[in-house]
């Protein structure tokens, strides 16, 4: 099955610096890639994705860049705020499967 | 549209008891499923559904059952209760399993003692 890896698990800046989470996956035949964000004691939610015919993608502060050949992705968030503190998770899924899951990575932004 | 609800948000069992954690969906979603996440795990799928009926495993099913009767409700049911399985279980749906949105509860907080 699907092997999904995510690092770093704990990422600590400053507000206003740029923050970077990778996410490697085995399966080459997995096309579509969510990130969720969780904060304290909520429910993940789905903040971007991105499918294998793509390369980047962006919504205002968020990014998602994905590397098929190497098999990797990454959230890229710019001028982190406070409110971006919370624990993000990677995935990744191919057809009619569930999507696997990263172990997520706790991102703190310090004011 | 409620979304995705859990019953209860917090529950405390003793080992060896059974018990059944409620998930329900109002938004017609044909794909529902389960997860576990445990301290530096992530999230895990214990079962899944992809319609009224149809079930199948995920990574880590044993201890649990489910059961899809309706398209709205998704019940995970623990036999035995044991202290591995104290977690934070979360239920999740979407339209289709084809790579959409998976819309997630708010989650049930399980102490197994």
């Known amino acids: 099955g699907e092997n999904v890896e995510q690092h770093p698990s704990t990422l600590s800046v400053q507000e206003g610096d740029s923050a970077v989470i990778k996410c490697t996956y085995s399966?080459?035949?997995?096309?579509?890639f969510p990130w969720y964000k969780q904060e304290l004691g909520k429910r993940p939610q789905l903040i971007i994705d991105?499918?294998?015919?793509?390369g980047e993608k962006k919504d205002q502060r968020i990014a998602v860049t994905l590397n098929k050949t190497a098999k990797h992705f990454s959230l890229h968030i710019t001028e982190t705020q406070p409110e971006d503190s919370a624990v993000y998770f990677c995935?990744?899924?191919?057809?009619?499967?569930?999507?696997?899951f990263g172990r997520g990575t706790s991102l703190i932004v310090h004011p | 549209n409620a979304g995705v609800t859990q019953t209860p948000k917090f529950q405390v069992l003793k080992t060896g008891q059974s018990m059944t954690l409620q998930c329900a969906q109002d938004?017609?979603?044909?794909?529902m499923s389960w997860y576990r996440q445990d301290p530096g795990m992530g999230l895990r799928l214990i079962h899944y559904?992809?319609?009224?009926?149809?079930?199948d495993q995920g990574e880590v099913p044993n201890g649990y059952n489910v059961s899809r009767s309706t398209t709205e409700d998704f019940p995970l049911r623990l036999l035995s209760a044991a202290p591995s399985q104290t977690s934070v279980y979360f239920c999740?749906?979407?339209?289709?399993?084809?790579?959409?949105?998976?819309?997630f509860g708010p989650g049930t907080r399980l102490l197994v003692l």
């Open positions: 399966d080459s035949a997995s096309n579509y």
């Open positions: 999740a749906s979407s339209y289709s399993p084809f790579q959409e949105t998976q819309y």
């Open positions: 995935a990744a899924s191919k057809g009619s499967y569930i999507p696997t």
């Open positions: 938004m017609n979603h044909e794909y």
């Open positions: 991105i499918r294998s015919n793509v």
């Open positions: 559904s992809v319609g009224a009926g149809i079930t």
